[in-house]
């Protein structure tokens, strides 16, 4: 497994430890792997999300994921999954924590992108969630306010 999936992992994996479900307030379960769109579910209700993992201070940007599984949901007319964000970041020897909910993510806050043709992936479609800090969220998570 690559570095970024390990990380990935690891950050679903703390997204289930430390959030309750934001629709009900029961416990959080992850997905099986390469599950399409959602990474969590409620263990009781019907809510389920994306999930990213990002080492850095809250952003307006994140890496998404695949554009073609996207693009055909968006063609469907479906809307784009609920969004987890797990920031992670270091500063002057300390550690924080900020988990940020996005119920509702816009198609236009969708940037398309391409792998380089030197990429592993080479010239595979992806796509960046973009403008985070202009929608309206909840914080699930801050290691401040603990």
């Known amino acids: 497994m690559s570095k970024s999936k390990d ?4 950050g679903e994996q ?13 416990k959080l379960m992850g997905l099986p792997k390469n599950y399409p769109l959602f990474d969590i579910q409620c263990t009781a209700c019907s809510f389920r999300a994306q999930v990213k993992t990002n080492n850095a201070k809250p952003k307006g940007e994140v890496f998404g994921a695949g554009w073609d599984i996207i693009e055909k949901v968006l063609k469907s007319g479906h ?23 996005y119920p509702f993510v816009p198609k ?13 992936r080479a010239n595979y479609k992806m796509f960046n969630y973009i403008g985070l800090d202009k929608l309206p969220h909840f914080i699930l998570y801050d290691s401040e306010r603990v």
Not at 16 to 21: E, M, Q, R, Y
Not at 81 to 91: A, E, G, M, T, Y
Request: hydrophobic share 40%.
């Open 7 to 10: 990380e990935g992992a690891i």
């Open 79 to 101: 809307m784009v999954p609920p969004l987890i964000v797990n920031f992670k970041w270091n500063h002057k020897g300390k550690s924080y924590q900020t988990i940020l909910f």
């Open 108 to 120: 236009d806050y969708l940037k398309k992108r391409v792998l380089s043709p030197t990429a592993r």
């Open 14 to 26: 703390e997204v289930i430890t430390l959030v309750k479900c934001p629709n009900c307030g029961k």
